[in-house]
């Protein structure tokens, strides 16, 4: 009996231990649980705060959601000519309105002791790109050279008349020419303005322009082109006359391909129109370092040879010397009638709706 008491009593010890360690499990058991409910909700929580970037380190760039909406661009910020326009001495005029909206213009006046004994001085409208005037570096510059050699200069801020956001697009250019052939007769009636002289700058989107208003707008005497071309339509209805032209464009011109300059010298020698071509080796659709230089003098010398004083004698002689010069044979004109007939096939297609001229 004491041998059996004594291994019930052990059984009952043991039951109990084992007992106690299961309950100790079964607690372990639950703390894990709730820290594994506890974890998990956490995860469901958006993360909001966003690890700030070691220095020196950029910032890893997240990829969008597919549904994501794109972000809209911030737009381009428009560098300031103000430095360019003090440089050349340049003064706000009045400017004038159409539309109701206001037209900036600039000049820089010839010096004094270059005016005629009315006062007066031959003008140069002159006209900016696609882009605007930038730091005013292509235009400021130019128009001090022409005023230092007696020709004032006026650099028009035709955009401002276009109401449109994208003031460059193709389709708006009867608009832009309207601003522009205003700006023409703002120039013209300006006292120490001699309206019989008035000449046009254009470079690049300018460059179309002042091309496209001398063919038809009589009170352009000369023309000097920048990269630019005569616009595809402006030649599809057909051109009949131009002014003195200078075409200057470089031979890398990814902008508006150098050919443009060749078929534009095509163009103004089959309607029997005095021009010049200089084309730049090596030079893009900005010119710079001395091609720049250049292209000031180049542009000063044919204004002041096409709008100075003497131009009656000048034209006079030129027209001696045409009547004088020998036929080119025909052979010798096959390179440009190639340029011709491709730029007609352009226009053709334009007509049957199958492309859109590209300027």
């Known amino acids: 009996m004491a041998g059996g008491n004594a291994t019930t009593l052990l059984d009952a010890k043991t039951l109990v231990n084992t007992r106690a360690l299961m309950g100790n ?12 409910l506890i974890l998990g909700s ?19 760039a997240v990829a969008p959601k597919p549904d994501a909406k794109p972000a ?10 103000e430095g360019a326009r003090r440089a050349a001495e340049a003064e706000n005029t009045n400017g004038f309105n159409i539309d109701g909206r206001r037209v900036r213009v600039d000049v820089v006046k010839a010096e004094t002791d270059m005016l005629g004994p009315d006062g007066r001085a031959p003008a140069v409208l002159i006209l900016h790109g696609a882009h605007g005037l930038g730091d005013g570096s292509l235009f400021y ?14 650099v028009v801020h035709y955009f401002d008349g276009i109401p449109q956001a994208r003031k460059a697009a193709p389709t708006l250019h009867d608009e832009r020419e309207r601003v522009i052939a205003e700006a023409v007769s703002y120039v013209s009636k300006q006292a120490y303005v001699d309206a019989e002289r008035i000449g046009v700058f254009g470079l690049s989107l300018g460059g179309f322009h002042a091309l496209s208003l001398g ?11 920048v990269v630019g071309a005569m616009p595809s339509e ?13 075409v200057m464009h470089g031979d890398r011109d990814a902008t508006v391909p150098v050919r443009r300059a060749y078929e534009l010298a095509s163009l103004l020698g089959e309607i029997g129109a005095e021009h010049e071509v200089k084309i730049y080796k090596g030079e893009g659709h900005t010119f710079r370092g001395d091609a720049k230089e250049d292209s ?12 100075g004083g003497d131009r009656g004698l000048l034209d006079k002689e030129l027209e001696i010397d045409i009547a004088l010069a020998p036929v080119v044979p025909e052979t010798e004109m096959l390179p440009i009638r190639e340029l011709t007939i491709a730029d007609e096939a352009l226009w053709a297609m334009a007509e049957q709706g199958n492309s859109q001229p590209g300027n």
């Open 234 to 246: 402006v030649q599809r209805r057909g051109v009949h006359r131009m002014p003195p032209t200078l």
């Open 72 to 81: 809209k661009a911030s737009p381009r910020r428009q560098k300031s000519a």
């Open 141 to 154: 510059p130019q128009a001090k050279a022409l005023a230092e050699r007696g020709i004032t200069a006026f």
């Open 42 to 60: 956490m995860a469901m929580v958006p993360v909001t705060v966003q690890a700030q970037p070691r220095a020196g380190h950029a910032k890893a």
């Open 25 to 36: 499990a079964l607690r372990q058991i639950c703390r894990v649980s709730a820290l594994a």
């Open 215 to 225: 063919s038809r707008d009589q009170r352009i005497q000369a023309v000097v082109n």
């Open 296 to 307: 000031i003098t180049r542009t000063v010398d044919f204004f002041e040879r096409h709008l």
